[in-house]
């Protein structure tokens, strides 16, 4: 198989499934819940379920001063009950919550709260700055710990290209699941929480894991496919300076490919079993869970396919485009490139 | 090679290859995960455990309230020390109320917000009926002393009865009088209670006493304040320097008492007398007792979930859990064979071990942190799988199994670290970060990734080496049990 071969192929379906999430992102935006909004969630389940419209409209009867923006949502029932809903209000005071508990209770049969959530304005926007700085803080330890423990890999490019195209499929990683809970948001009125954010983070750390063990096969390949000769020179200042200069033995487009081909299996069998262990939590792990099993199932798969197909095609470019290498003929030693 | 290098060799080789010292480590191993692996059953299956396992408000049901507190009035050095009497106030308060376990934390905005805003997280597992829990921490018994500036007082009763009796309505009248009276009398400025620097924050205890009956009054029951020292020194400057004026006590910003300073008090006791009756000064005492809070607080989010709801959570991340463990182990051994089947016992070892953390350290369990505990048991595999790939190349290449399990692993080490190192980085930042849901997911996300490292380091290692050993090219049963997918070889 030659992956590297087909780069162009790769890169630009990438380039595509980047441009669509993004556009789906813009077009659609995402449902942003009441973790960052700031609001009230009442859930209410049944015996007996009551109409939604009834719901709905005894909220809207009731005596609560800007209640405007309210949203009734209906809840698969379980073994006890048969159904029930969510509705979505305002933040409300502790005597408003007693109306709507009381009233959503009184109607159907068997009503029982069985969760209630308020959340301040200003909670919410704080957990959205959290977010936005874990994120932050997380690509640049990434970087920076990449590109130290490559730092030994100096040719024929530099190690903080590893750590910089880690940042860059990392990103390709969170933007496809983040458009799909935007799809997830227009179609089924899915909600962007603090589970959400936790399944992206989530994300972050597997696809990190996932680049960096083929960056580490080919850290090891070119290792041994290099020689190494070491001239010495006097400087101006009559100091001995060292100057280490390294020729790859095998072109750098095929060690790379080699990489990929040979921790193949490995990144198809690890993200096997997580997604085994993910499915188990989608199907059997109730609906508290449900969105967060999707998404991070979306994630291991985009994160699986960015280290094989994304990650590895963009390093040989960058070492193309950028030093002017050609990495698919041979090295001859008038080829030799210098550190 | 010189001779010397080649005995060191031959004699390590020899130690390595010793089958009692390979045999008697994979059955230490085996062992010590029995070990685990039963004071875990012990302690999930009695009834009164020494450890249980520590379910979070979404599992087991209960209110979870956050109280945002107002720092404005003090010195914001003293914030931290006023946020842990705050604490154990609320704390004393609830454990009245009659909740197990409850768990009340301050809590600070991160950095990053524009403001630092001081917390207080309190959580009632099995309270659901959350408007009696509000009611009984929201009793907030502020109590504080304010002087009277008699002069701006009577000024205030004068217009406001004269307005009062002017126009019809009380309500629009004092609105009147605070916007005339600010603006004829600069010097008083229309409040005529002056602000103590003394409130209920030094109050050490309250406790009701009855003033003796003197000639046909009788016993009237009064409420004694006991100050700390530094209270008491304030309450002496106060009384010292206002002899004369009156002192008013306000409770929850309503006045209760306004007694005379007839001289200057030393020794850090005030008296509230008059105006109840022996209840309503039992209740006064026990109320300040239980709830003198040093900050004024409101309630900026609250959370509760039916214990039912939580109960179904919980059954059903257990059996999303076990599916998905037996889905692993079965692609496992179907896929990689005698590596597999070490990989399931080293992937048991890396279950058991981790609950027995959650046991010990104790770890909340939250609906998050089971998601990532059973994230974590597909990640956990990766460490094995990176190994065995390693292994299968050198096997194919015609190494023997024991030396390609031990080459392997030290090819395979890099990647391990690397991988696992930054996921730790990460969970440590999320820890960081994060909220409390955020922070249960972090903490069983890399606690995961260090045993899970640890366990595929030192229980799949050792095992693996105390398997017989056996050539690619042999091509028997046992040969073949070395490879792996789906092909026969």
């Known amino acids: 198989m030659n992956i590297i071969g087909h780069k162009t192929l790769f890169l630009s379906i990438t380039a595509i499934v980047v441009v669509i999430s993004v556009a789906i992102l813009v077009g659609l935006g995402l449902r942003l819940g009441i973790d960052f909004t700031g609001g009230s969630l009442t859930e209410v389940a049944y015996t007996e379920v009551p109409e939604q419209t009834e719901v709905q409209e005894t909220i809207n009867g009731l005596e609560i001063e800007n209640l405007n923006d309210v949203s009734v949502r209906a809840t698969a029932g379980t073994e006890t009950v048969t159904g029930g809903y969510i509705v979505r209000t305002r933040d409300l005071n502790e005597s408003e919550r007693q109306m709507v508990t009381d009233a959503l209770v009184s109607l159907g049969n068997g009503g029982e709260m069985v969760r209630f959530t308020t959340i301040g304005p200003v909670i919410g926007q704080e957990l959205a700055d959290k977010a936005v700085w874990a994120i932050g803080a997380i690509a640049l330890i990434i970087v920076l710990y990449v590109a130290i423990a490559f730092s030994g890999v100096g040719y024929p490019v530099s190690s903080w290209v590893y750590g910089g195209i880690t940042i860059v499929s990392l990103l390709h990683d969170v933007l496809v699941p983040t458009a799909a809970m935007a799809l997830l948001g227009w179609f089924m009125g899915a909600e962007v929480d603090v589970l959400f954010v936790t399944a992206i983070l989530a994300v972050l750390g597997y696809s990190v894991n996932d680049t960096i063990v083929v960056f580490d096969r080919v850290r090891e390949n070119l290792k041994k496919f290099r020689t190494e000769q070491v001239t010495e020179h006097k400087d101006v200042t009559g100091v001995i300076q060292k100057e280490t200069t390294y020729t790859l033995t095998k072109p750098f487009g095929e060690i790379v490919n080699d990489s990929v081909l040979q921790t193949f299996t490995r990144s198809i069998n690890t993200s096997l079993t997580t997604l085994l262990a993910l499915a188990a939590l989608y199907t059997f792990g109730g609906s508290t869970t449900e969105i967060f099993a999707l998404i991070l199932m979306i994630g291991v798969l985009a994160g699986t396919y960015s280290s094989i197909f994304f990650a590895n095609p963009l390093l040989v470019w960058y070492a193309e485009r950028v030093n002017k290498l050609d990495t698919m003929t041979p090295v001859n030693e008038e080829g030799a490139a210098t550190k | ?489």
């Open chain 2, 1 to 489: 090679m010189a001779a010397p290098e080649t005995e060191t060799h031959i004699a390590t080789s020899e130690v390595r290859d010793n089958p009692v010292i390979r045999w008697g480590r994979a059955l230490a191993t085996l062992l010590l995960g029995a070990v685990v692996a039963f004071f875990v059953y012990t302690n999930a299956t009695a009834t009164n455990p020494d450890y249980p396992f520590k379910l979070g408000l979404d599992l087991a049901g209960g209110s979870q309230l956050i109280y945002e507190a107002d720092v404005s009035e003090v010195d914001p050095l003293e914030v931290p020390e006023l946020m842990n009497v705050l604490r154990d106030v609320i704390e004393r308060r609830i454990n009245v109320f009659g909740v197990s376990e409850p768990i009340v934390q301050v809590e600070q905005s991160s950095f990053v917000s524009d403001e630092v805003r001081h917390r207080l997280l309190v959580e009632l597992p099995g309270v659901t009926d959350v408007g009696e829990a509000v009611a009984e921490i929201g009793r907030t018994p502020l109590l504080e002393f304010k002087l009277i500036d008699s002069k701006a007082l009577m000024e205030q009763q004068l217009e406001s009865s004269f307005n009062a009796s002017a126009s019809g309505t009380v309500k629009v009248a004092i609105k009147d009088d605070v916007a005339s009276s600010s603006a004829t009398s600069t010097a008083t400025s229309g409040n005529p209670y002056l602000a103590t620097r003394l409130t209920g924050r030094y109050l050490e205890s309250a406790q009701l006493d009855f003033q003796r009956a003197q000639g046909g009054v009788p016993a009237q029951p009064i409420v004694l304040l006991n100050f700390n020292s530094e209270g008491g020194d304030l309450f002496e400057e106060i009384t010292g320097e206002n002899v004369g004026e009156q002192l008013a006590i306000f409770l929850d910003g309503e006045m209760i008492s306004s007694p005379r300073i007839n001289e200057r008090i030393s020794g850090g006791t005030a008296v509230i007398s008059g105006g109840f009756d022996t209840d309503e000064a039992r209740e006064l005492a026990q109320n300040l007792n239980f709830g003198a809070l040093p900050l004024p607080i409101e309630l900026v989010s609250t959370q509760t979930i039916g214990a039912s709801l939580g109960h179904e959570v919980l059954s059903q991340g257990i059996a999303a859990g076990l599916i998905g463990l037996a889905l692993i182990v079965a692609f496992m051994v179907l896929w990689y064979r005698v590596s597999g089947v070490v990989a399931v016992v080293a992937l048991s070892i890396y279950g058991v071990i981790m609950l027995a953390l959650f046991l010990l350290i104790p770890v909340t369990l939250t609906a998050a942190g089971l998601a990532g505990f059973i994230l974590s048991l597909g990640m956990a595999v990766d460490a094995n799988v990176l190994v065995f790939e390693r292994m299968k190349e050198l096997y194919r290449e015609g190494v023997r199994s024991r030396e390609a399990a031990r080459e392997g692993f030290s090819r395979a080490w890099s990647a391990i670290r690397d991988g696992n190192l930054t996921s730790l980085l990460s969970a440590i930042i999320l820890f960081w970060f994060g909220t409390s849901l955020v922070k249960g997911f972090a903490l069983v996300f890399g606690i995961g990734v260090l045993v899970s490292m640890l366990t595929a380091v030192l229980v799949t290692r050792t095992l693996l080496l105390a398997l017989p050993e056996t050539k690619a090219e042999s091509g028997g049963w046992l040969s073949r049990l070395f490879h792996s997918g789906i092909n026969k070889s």
